[in-house]
């Protein structure tokens, strides 16, 4: 009896797939064979695009007929830090015009850098009734209008965050929107707005929402507001404070402790602007139930942040700004055994000289104390190799190293040496290191140890480092996981790049600002690799109005089958032979 | 440092047909330093140099910075430039700290703070705001704190935007409301000039208020024809008069 591909009905598999989740699995099975791919498309409903232009909405649609869930980046990462101009793209409204016919059952829309506009959220509230979770994160391009048209219209909205947005401020009124009859907010996150909010709206919507469980406010909800909001959800296991200051008063205080102490499940605490440190105490009595802090905007000094961390045992992360000091990361690692993540902000970026006491010793203590840390985002002003290699014998099991020496290409301050063999000795001994950004003086070697020893790397920065050509090779021909190259102000040119256009095609993208890839390479590249975008930022005008081995100022190349894109500024050019002729 | 040649052995390149092949050349630098230097661009071997005369447009601040201290001086070259003050030089994007963390932090109470160390030049807090030009394709983003007077804007702005020559501050670093006359001339002229919307959503004429006054109520900056600006000025006048 000849075999048949498929010996199940089709229910059944589909019954079986729906065990699988994640989008490799998916991806995977899809390419068994013509049933499978088959079913599989009609009944995948989670869908994560990385690059929203690494494919378009109408491939999309063709292919995954049904879908309930769609996550879309937008931007490079460095767009972050200002380097992608204002306009470049990441615009999101033909993807949501699109789905608005296509998936009418859409319950999750989650989206990074993107741009966003007032017109998109009304869309979204007009077309997707079953709408449940708007996730819009670094996102820009709307108002607190397009707000008011989400929380006018979506009834089964359970989850609304802005994360770190660049939000128009018209107004506090839009959350009076959300009609009388809504009662389903489970999780709301509007810590990027900054105008005032109608405090009796917010109060009202808390109280007739029982399932409320993460309530992040911004800074203007003041101190003496947040007792009763957290009388009216006891149950919150995730609080955003507004500013944290208020003058002195005894009875203000005990309000507020009794309060927070009513809220018994509170896991993940942030906000804490314009911290009054005598108000800290308020918190104590739930810090042994904190598994996350992130104190990254409050401006409290060492001995009232080690007083705190010392309550918390059970802290899996925590961010901080460096006023914590080595003493402070000293206590950390003796208090908190169960440390997961780090990241140290920088209270004063623009200082040369330090103002406070924080070194690579901070480090060194926590790689130490805290066994099972394996993710670190560290700014600090001195480091040396010694110090990077015991924090790296300390701690082999780092999956994301990103450490920033705030000066450009300073070297050890001991040795005065690069800082070759110190990230050598971090790839080395974290095998399962996925993430890492370098600083300080690097020479072509450090990238030698990275390519040799990186081989699970999938993320890697780079600003201000490498003598030539040679160390972006390293990294093209050994990473063998890359996934996302960013390189800023580092002397790599068309050699590297040209040598390794294979490898491109096989990462998401690559971005290159301030180096020395001519705009020659770039058509090069573009025209030999069909299945790469391109793209040359230059605000200097069009390239072809220099010389062809003029370094180009912005470099973006991802890889895409939608071909180039058409919404382009003037300041954007894809290199392509026939874009003209490109057929999406 | 090594040479080019050094490094096409080391990479061992394959002779594919992505090798570039310039006209009028075979594999050359490609980055010659006289392209450079008429680009404006650094090039390559002054990046390998480790000279920091990063001259990329999107540089505000033309300095070279001066990263020796006294310890570390043997292996980089420091090179000061005599023209710019000793302050530090700030580069687009580095320390690669969001925007928004910047903008927050800069908006603290000043109550429980640390006091701020005098280190020439506010650092530590930002004011970024949206800065376009009619008739350019693209907007920016600036951060007033970076300049201590309109000249210092005005400056960058031009370098940002080339249609925009550099302002017109007097002695005192604001505009001369007092001199009607000059100032009629520039606004009826087709030479660009800076306004911005300041806290009441107005729109004035940069350089009507001191320049403290200014970073503190601007919310974004507009550069246009001075022509398009006359309907500014009466207003701007106004408040100047109202004020002394």
């Known amino acids: 009896m000849p075999k048949r591909a498929n010996s199940f009905p089709e229910e059944v598999l589909e019954y079986v797939f729906s065990f699988i989740q994640t989008d490799q699995d998916r991806s995977s099975i899809s390419t068994v064979c013509k049933s499978w791919y088959e079913i599989e498309r009609w009944c995948r409903r989670r869908i994560f695009i990385g690059n929203c232009y690494a494919v378009s909405p109408r491939m999309l649609i063709r292919r995954f007929p049904d879908v309930r869930s769609i996550e879309l980046k937008g931007k490079p990462h460095f767009a972050d830090f200002n380097l992608v101009p204002e306009g470049w793209g990441g615009y999101v409204y033909p993807w949501i015009a699109a789905m608005a016919s296509a998936y009418p059952w859409l319950e999750e829309i989650k989206l990074k850098r993107m741009v966003v506009t007032d017109e998109t959220l009304e869309l979204i509230a007009k077309s997707f009734k079953n709408m449940k979770l708007l996730v819009l994160s670094s996102c820009e391009g709307f108002s607190t209008d397009g707000l008011a048209a989400i929380a006018a219209n979506c009834r089964n909205l359970r989850e609304l965050d802005l994360h770190e947005s660049d939000v128009e401020d018209l107004s506090g009124h839009w959350l009076s929107h959300f009609p009388d009859t809504y009662t389903s907010l489970v999780s709301l996150n509007i810590a990027c707005l900054g105008s005032e909010l109608s405090f009796s709206a917010l109060e009202r919507l808390v109280a007739r929402c029982p399932n409320l469980r993460s309530l992040r406010l911004n800074r203007s909800v003041p101190l003496d507001r947040l007792a009763n909001l957290l009388r009216l959800a006891p149950r919150l296991t995730d609080l955003g404070t507004g500013a944290y200051s208020a003058e002195w008063r005894p009875d203000v205080f005990a309000i507020l402790s009794r309060a927070i102490s009513g809220c018994k499940e509170l896991k993940s605490l942030s906000g804490f602007w314009d911290v009054v ?26 001995p009232a942040l080690v007083k705190l961390v010392s309550q918390c045992p059970n802290l899996q992360r925590l961010w901080v700004l460096d006023y914590i000091e080595d003493v402070g990361l000293d206590a950390l690692a003796e208090s908190c055994k169960d440390l997961r993540e780090l990241r140290v902000f920088p209270s004063d970026p623009f200082v040369v000289e330090p103002n406070v006491s924080l070194t690579e010793q901070g480090l060194i203590s926590v790689s130490e104390g805290c066994p099972k840390l394996h993710s670190v985002l560290y700014f600090c002003r001195q480091m040396s190799n010694d110090a990077l ?8 099991n780092f999956t994301c190293f990103r450490l920033c020496i705030i000066e450009p290409k300073i070297p050890d301050y001991l040795t005065l040496q690069p800082f070759d063999v110190g990230f050598g000795a971090i790839v080395e001994n974290c095998k399962n290191l996925r993430r890492l950004s370098v600083s300080g003086l690097l020479t072509d070697q450090a990238f030698d140890y990275i390519g040799t020893y990186g081989k699970k790397l999938e993320m890697l920065s780079i600003a201000f480092a490498g003598d030539s050509d040679l160390g972006l090779h390293h990294i093209l021909s050994g990473c063998d996981n890359l996934r996302k190259l960013e390189i800023r102000d580092c002397p790599f040119g068309d050699k590297a790049l040209l040598a390794n256009a294979a490898k491109l095609e096989t990462m998401r993208s690559l971005w290159m600002s301030s180096c020395s890839v001519s705009y020659g390479a770039c058509k090069l590249l573009g025209q030999r690799l069909p299945r790469l975008n391109v793209e040359v930022i230059d605000e200097r005008g069009h390239p072809e109005s220099r010389p062809e081995n003029s370094p180009v100022e912005k470099l973006y190349i991802y890889r895409s089958v939608a071909g180039p894109r058409f919404d382009m500024p003037g300041f954007v050019w894809t290199m392509d032979e026939d874009s003209a002729l490109r057929v999406t | 440092m090594t040479s080019m040649l050094g490094v096409e052995r080391d990479l061992n390149l394959r002779e594919t047909e992505l090798c570039l092949g310039l006209p009028g050349g075979g594999t050359t630098t490609v980055a010659e330093p006289e392209t450079a230097k008429t680009t404006g661009k650094r090039g390559f071997s002054e990046t390998v140099d480790l000279k920091l005369n990063l001259q990329s447009k999107e540089d505000l601040n033309d300095n070279v910075k001066n990263i020796a201290s006294k310890d570390k001086n043997n292996l980089l070259s ?19 700290v969001r925007s928004y963390r910047k903008n927050i932090m800069s908006q603290k109470n000043t109550s429980e703070e640390k006091t701020e160390k005098a280190s020439g030049g506010g650092g530590g807090s930002a004011a970024f705001v949206k800065v376009c030009m009619d008739g350019a394709p693209y907007l920016r983003k600036v951060d007033l704190k970076m300049y201590k007077s309109y000249q210092e804007l005005s400056n960058a702005l031009s370098k940002m935007f080339s249609s925009f020559t550099t302002g017109y501050y007097g002695t005192q670093g604001m505009i001369d409301f007092m001199n009607e006359s000059k100032l009629m001339d520039l606004l009826n002229s087709s030479e660009y000039v800076p306004t911005y919307e300041d806290k009441d959503g107005d729109w004035m004429l940069v350089g009507d208020v001191p320049w403290g006054m200014f970073v503190d109520s601007c919310k974004r900056l507009r550069i246009m024809k001075g022509s398009e600006a006359i309907g500014l000025a009466p207003k701007a006048m106004e408040k100047c008069k109202g004020r002394s």
Not at chain 1, 282 to 298: D, E, F, K, R, V
Not at chain 1, 389 to 396: E, L, S
């Open chain 1, 277 to 302: 440190p005598s108000y800290l105490p308020a918190i104590y009595s739930i810090c042994p139930g904190l598994t996350s802090l992130n104190l990254s905007y409050a401006t409290i000094q060492s």
């Open chain 1, 389 to 396: 290699i015991t924090i790296a014998r300390n701690q082999p």
């Open chain 2, 78 to 96: 420091c090179t000061k430039d005599p023209s710019k003050p000793p302050a530090k030089a700030q580069v687009v994007g580095w320390p690669p």
